[in-house]
């Protein structure tokens, strides 16, 4: 089981910037995705931005410019830096990552963190 561990959400006026981490533990074999995932009130659950293992980054449209994913490999983490934030970028974030286990090494599942609460408002 990967246990993952956010921090950093809170409440921002609009234009401001937070950064929220992530950090995985467990048994983990490996790591090939780590990402953020965002879910508005009425509205499905949307990516955000993922990194893989090799530092490829990609973004949703409406953040791009806006947000920063990294990732550190050996403390097993993942950062999204958001700056310019607006009022529609209210949501809770979830942490996703995309792991092998240390006793199931074949068997690639995603795993989610429980979620921090972002709010943009004046």
């Known amino acids: 089981q990967v246990q993952l561990v956010e921090s950093g959400g809170g409440l921002v006026q609009p234009g401001g910037s937070l950064r929220l981490s992530c950090a995985a533990s467990?048994?983990?074999?490996?790591?090939?995705?780590m990402g953020w995932y965002r879910q508005a009130p009425g509205k499905e659950r949307e990516l955000v931005a993922v990194?893989?293992?090799?530092?490829?980054?990609n973004y949703v449209d409406s953040v791009k410019g806006r947000f920063t994913i990294s990732r550190d490999n050996v403390k097993n983490t993942v950062d999204l830096q958001m700056n310019s934030l607006k009022p529609e970028d209210t949501a809770v974030y979830y942490c996703?990552?995309?792991?092998?286990?240390?006793?199931?090494?074949?068997?690639?599942?995603?795993?989610w963190g429980k979620g921090t609460l972002v709010t943009v408002s004046s």
């Open positions: 996703n990552v995309r792991a092998r286990l240390r006793s199931v090494p074949y068997d690639n599942r995603n795993y």
């Open positions: 990194i893989t293992s090799g530092g490829t980054e």
């Open positions: 467990g048994r983990i074999f490996s790591i090939e995705v």
